[in-house]
């Protein structure tokens, strides 16, 4: 059964813009993306919206409903009281594009910056070796489907532009957790560029990426905390420091 | 103006456009906290009403002033003078540094008192007031890496406040066997700190956490596996562990004032 749902959608470009109020059913079952769909076809035709999957699975409908960064596709309208107003607004740590798309680019230069896997030399392709608990643990950030909802609601580039230039952000920080979790990754100094290049020291744990990842995927404590214990390891430990000097193995 | 009042990003006036009751949380934080600090440093300074009928506040243990009860002194050592230029010197000031370092530094602790406390962010996705942000890279932030020595020592005021629970299992006359409303309350906030302890990161990270070849560390890969399993509940030991500290301190403190009565069971 239909019923009218009163929304606030941000429409406008990277100049000004503004909230505008409108009044769409929503039926049972649709989910915010929908109700967004419906009032494209019915009253804002050039209502910009990125979208692909509907199922949670491609990213793309990153945006913050109610001010909480969240996928459009993923959030059921049933979810909201009677009568109670939605408000729907692009990503607010990014260049708003037009109405709720924004430019994410800003994610795909740190993905670049990010040391990529090395192999051992000795292994040639089709020769390496794993144990499924040697890799479990990076499999976890695998889930990522890069809505950048982490970085979005990661307060240290959110509230502060200035970051952006030092801080890779928590989608990042997973991906060099994975990398140094490899049991066969051969890069050494990923510790290091971790805490000196992509920031990691920036993160102060609060753990909101935590909260808005839609893949559950436990950012804080399965990456950024277990990379900053290893960085401790090798910049803030001297004894853990000497000790791996002395048996010059890693485990 | 930067942030999300950046030129380029939405114009949108307000710091957030969350409904919820985002604030609520970091508020019950700031009270309880600042409630226990306040609790806290009182309790550090009186230098009094810390043992009785075997058993011993954990804000005083271990005692290792000249000042301290006999009683209260394990083996006899006490090497620190009751004195420090002339003032008095509450045993507990001694030794509160450690436990107080390993909760200010503990990484769920850090999530609490940046959100509650310095508003760095108050709430997810709700703008704070700061104009600039460094994080954890700059002194006296970056001290927070030095977490795991105070897990260290964390785990050697563990072994000894459970001694101190062995210890409540005395009667008054000093006989062994009885059990009493306070040895029940020494283990239950000596069990939660030991929890606290075994499920905090840097446990997680020492056990099995650092290595990248679990298939050649089965028994540490166990380990590693049962303390993860523990961390997923880190935040409440961390709270439940706060409150039966200061509970047990509380009972200690009525009990050598004489406001309340130790019942035995046995």
């Known amino acids: ?251 | 103006m930067s942030g999300v009042f950046s030129p380029g990003r939405a114009e949108i006036k307000e710091r957030t456009l969350r409904t919820d009751k985002w604030w609520l949380q970091p508020l019950a934080t700031f009270g309880v906290l600042f409630s226990f600090v306040i609790y806290a440093t009182f309790r550090a300074f009186e230098g009094a009403y810390y043992y009785a009928d075997h058993l011993i506040s954990p804000f005083y243990s271990p005692c290792l002033s000249e000042a301290c009860v006999p009683e209260a002194v394990i083996g006899g050592f006490a090497p620190v003078s009751a004195q420090i230029f002339n003032f008095p010197l509450s045993p507990a000031l001694i030794i509160l540094i450690f436990p107080l370092g390993f909760r200010m530094t503990c990484y769920y602790y850090r999530k609490a008192y940046y959100r509650a406390f310095w508003m760095s962010p108050p709430a997810c996705a709700v703008a704070e007031p700061h104009k600039k942000y460094t994080g954890e890279t700059r002194q006296p932030l970056i001290l927070q890496n030095a977490h795991r020595w105070f897990f260290y020592a964390g785990l050697v005021f563990n072994v000894i406040l459970t001694y101190d629970a062995i210890i409540s299992f005395k009667n008054k006359e000093g006989e062994w066997g009885h059990m009493s409303v306070g040895s029940l309350v020494l283990v239950f906030s000596t069990t939660m700190l030991w929890l606290y302890s075994l499920s905090c990161h840097t446990c997680r990270h020492t056990i099995g956490g650092r290595l990248k070849h679990f298939s050649k560390h089965p028994v540490r890969y166990k380990a590693w596996t049962t303390i993860s399993k523990l961390n997923h509940s880190h935040a409440l030991f961390a709270w439940i562990s706060l409150f039966a500290v200061a509970f047990a301190d509380i009972y200690v403190r009525q009990v050598a004032a004489g406001h309340w009565t130790n019942f035995y069971f046995f």
Not at chain 1, 29 to 36: C, F, K, N, R, S
Not at chain 1, 109 to 117: G, T, W
Request: charged residues 30%; aromatic residues 6%; hydrophobic residues 35%.
């Open chain 1, 1 to 251: 059964m239909a019923r009218k749902v009163n929304l606030r959608i941000w429409r406008g470009d990277s100049n000004s813009g503004s909230l505008q109020n409108v009044e769409v059913d929503a039926n049972e079952g649709e989910v915010v993306l929908d109700v967004i769909h419906r009032v494209q076809a019915t009253q804002m035709g050039d209502l910009a919206v990125r979208w692909n999957c509907k199922a949670g699975k491609c990213g793309s409908c990153s945006m913050e409903i109610n001010g909480k960064p969240r996928l459009a596709c993923m959030t059921r309208m049933s979810s909201f009281e009677e009568g109670e107003e939605i408000t729907v607004t692009p990503l607010r740590a990014f260049p708003v594009i037009k109405d709720l798309v924004t430019d994410v680019s800003f994610n795909y230069k740190k993905a670049l910056e990010i040391p990529a896997y090395e192999h051992p030399a000795d292994l040639g392709p089709g020769e390496a070796r794993m144990e499924q608990i040697d890799v479990e643990r990076s499999q976890e950030f695998r889930k990522c489907i890069e809505c950048f909802l982490c970085q979005d609601t990661c307060h240290v580039i959110r509230d502060h532009e200035e970051n952006k230039k030092s801080f890779a952000g928590p989608r990042f920080f997973i991906r060099v957790a994975e990398l140094d979790m490899h049991p066969l990754d051969m890069l050494k100094n990923r510790k290091r560029t971790a805490q000196e290049e992509h920031g990691l020291g920036m993160c102060n744990i609060t753990k909101c990426c935590t909260e808005v990842c839609p893949e559950h995927i436990r950012i804080t404590d399965n990456a950024i905390i277990p990379m900053k214990e290893r960085v401790v390891d090798v910049k803030y430990d001297p004894a853990r420091w000497l000790g791996s000097k002395i048996r010059r193995r890693e485990g």
